[in-house]
């Protein structure tokens, strides 16, 4: 097992959402890439997030499969939550610098 990651990004890398699975092979991970693109589909229907990159402003993105270091969720999982409390932080420092 290896864990895979799927980052929807705007042109500038900026990360707008990620979704991380365990899976055998790197075949197997393609079926991330439409995971990642139906939640970022969802989330722009409800309205969770903007339609375009809350840093640059860019309305253009692209999905991209990746490989972490980790090989199972478990040990995936302080280092993926470190990464999502810096992306909430620097969600809330634009937000506020917006008002």
């Known amino acids: 097992m290896r864990v895979y990651i799927a980052q929807v990004l705007c042109p500038n890398r900026h990360c707008i959402i990620g979704v991380a699975k365990e899976y055998e092979t790197e075949e197997e ?23 375009y990159c809350g840093i640059c402003l860019s309305k253009t993105v692209v999905i991209e499969l ?4 980790a090989k199972t969720m478990e040990e995936a999982e302080p280092v993926l939550k470190e ?3 810096r992306q909430a932080a620097t969600a809330a420092f634009f937000k506020a610098s917006k008002q």
Do not use: S, V, W, Y
């Not at 079926?31 to 997030?49: D, S």
């Not at 990746?66 to 270091?69: M, S």
């Open 29 to 51: 991970a393609q079926e991330l890439l439409a995971e990642a693109h139906n939640r970022h589909q969802t989330m722009l229907r409800t309205r969770m997030i903007n339609d």
């Open 66 to 69: 990746g490989l972490l270091k």
């Open 83 to 85: 990464l999502e409390r």
